[in-house]
């Protein structure tokens, strides 16, 4: 992202790096400029995937070298160590995604991660990897987070139809979502992203790319929603779908699903589990009240933005 500077509370696309931004009331700098960030306290470094291929199965880092690769085998991070007091690195995407970089790019990205202060990612699964990965280097959950200022005054009018939360790709997992989804009985929609495949839209209808705040209010319409996504990463539609108190079966890996939903979350390859849910939703008006008032309990309980600052607070001050 091009751009420097703060990122506001009516930011009208506050997806999860925008929010994290504006809750610890940051500044960003463009990974390209690193000669700008001399003097500051915390650096939070979210290093950039790369340009991603669809294939077989799913995503690639395209074989085209990586925009990045000079950068990592770089003394990029001795100089912004020198010139700030704390730098860390934060996940990007799913924790392995950097294995499928070539060799000498992993061994740089690994050797980034044992050099760093310390390590936020994004569960408590990631959680467990880098600490295997890097012994005795400190790593800490970076939950998602919604900034509300824009969506307070969206009133959901709930509509009979749900919604996958990814396309037929396996980074996604969209056609077992959608296999569940069919359960509900209702017409079944979809986002449109990078991994979109052909002929998804005999399927399903698609939302189209839109700024966030929009999603919201697209969201809110919904009455079910599906997201067996395997590839475990931020939790956002998860977070999305809670804070609306909208039924969502997912992945029990997902902090975001496992905290605001547990009685939904499921393994990603237990279909079964996830159909009976599904029907046991549609079948029973009092489990789908409560699991409603659960997710929107517990998202303000564990992810509202006050609980989200205390404790980011606490872990930088220690």
């Known amino acids: 992202m091009g751009f420097r500077g703060k990122i506001p509370a009516t930011h009208e696309n506050m997806r999860t790096e925008f929010a994290w931004m504006n809750a610890l009331d940051a500044d960003h700098r463009c990974i390209d400029s690193l000669e700008t960030i001399a003097g500051f306290d915390h650096v939070f470094v979210i290093f950039p995937k790369g340009r991603v291929n669809l294939n077989a199965v799913g995503l690639k880092i395209s074989n085209e070298p990586n925009p990045y690769s000079n950068l990592l085998a770089s003394d990029w991070l001795d100089k912004l ?89 396996r980074w996604y997992g969209g056609f077992e979502s959608y296999i569940v989804a069919r359960d509900f009985r209702v017409p079944i929609w979809g986002q449109t992203s990078h991994a979109v495949r052909d002929h998804e839209d005999q399927l399903i209808q698609h939302l189209p790319r839109i700024q966030w705040h929009d999603w919201m209010k697209q969201l809110s319409s919904f009455k079910y929603a599906v997201h067996l996504m395997p590839t475990v990463a931020a939790g956002t539609f998860n977070l999305n779908c809670s804070y609306f108190g909208i039924p969502c079966i997912g992945n029990k890996h997902v902090d975001a699903q496992r905290n605001c939903q547990p009685e939904l979350s499921v393994d990603v390859y237990d279909v079964n589990s996830a159909r009976r849910l599904a029907r046991r939703l549609v079948e029973d008006r009092d489990f789908y009240n409560h699991c409603s008032k659960e997710a929107k309990r517990r998202y303000a309980e564990k992810y509202s933005l006050d609980v989200w600052q205390s404790n980011i607070t606490q872990i930088l001050k220690d």
């Open 81 to 169: 160590k020198q010139q700030n007091k704390k730098v860390y690195f934060v996940q990007e995407g799913p924790h392995w995604i950097y294995s499928e970089l070539e060799v000498a790019d992993q061994i740089h990205f690994y050797n980034m991660l044992t050099s760093v202060d310390a390590i936020f990612a994004h569960n408590v699964s990631d959680a467990d990897y880098y600490k295997g990965l890097v012994p005795g280097k400190p790593v800490h959950v970076l939950p998602t987070l919604m900034i509300e200022t824009l969506i307070n005054d969206i009133n959901p009018i709930t509509q009979e139809k749900a919604i996958i939360g990814g396309n037929f790709a």
